[in-house]
């Protein structure tokens, strides 16, 4: 009876971890739906997560912290672009992912760019908010300059 019990809340607490996670879109197309109806900017990541020191220092530092989460959640569209040396992904997601590298000039890693977008006649129109990288300093310093991007003081 006891093993029965564990494995319940074994159960219960890998739900509850998995409920936790962020949603982060691979496909801009969906993203860009979602951004539209929520009336939020899309996060653009940019990273080369198999083999970017820097790209996972930021994952660890920054996007897996309960206060990028709390931040993403009520302030942005999650949408990862990834471009790694070993793990396979699909010709579509990879020319989608190219073809996003160039129309934003992306050439190092990680680059994270704020934007919004919208569909017009199978055209896709990106108004670009800003752009940033790793910031030393953790999730606060990281935060406090993606404040500065997507809700930017008037002067």
């Known amino acids: 009876m006891k093993k029965i019990i564990l494995v319940a809340l074994f159960f219960v607490g890998a ?8 949603k982060w879109y691979t496909d801009v197309k969906e993203a860009i739906t979602v ?9 653009l990541f940019f990273t080369g997560s198999d083999w970017c020191g820097w790209c996972i220092r930021l994952q660890n530092e ?26 396979p992904q699909t010709p579509e997601l990879k020319n989608q992912n190219n073809e996003l590298q160039q129309a934003f000039g992306i050439q ?16 896709v129109n990106f108004k670009g908010l800003g752009k940033t990288g790793y910031v030393a300093g953790g999730p606060s310093a990281w935060l406090t300059v993606a404040e500065e991007i997507v809700h930017p003081k008037k002067s």
């Open 15 to 22: 739900f509850a971890t998995q409920a936790q996670e962020l």
């Open 35 to 43: 951004s539209n109806k929520a009336q939020k900017p899309m996060l």
């Open 62 to 87: 920054v996007l897996k912290t309960p206060e990028f989460k709390k931040w993403a959640e009520d302030n942005v569209v999650l949408v990862e672009l990834d471009y790694p040396r070993a793990v």
């Open 108 to 123: 190092g890693f990680p680059t994270v760019y704020f934007t919004s977008a919208e569909s017009k006649d199978g055209k």
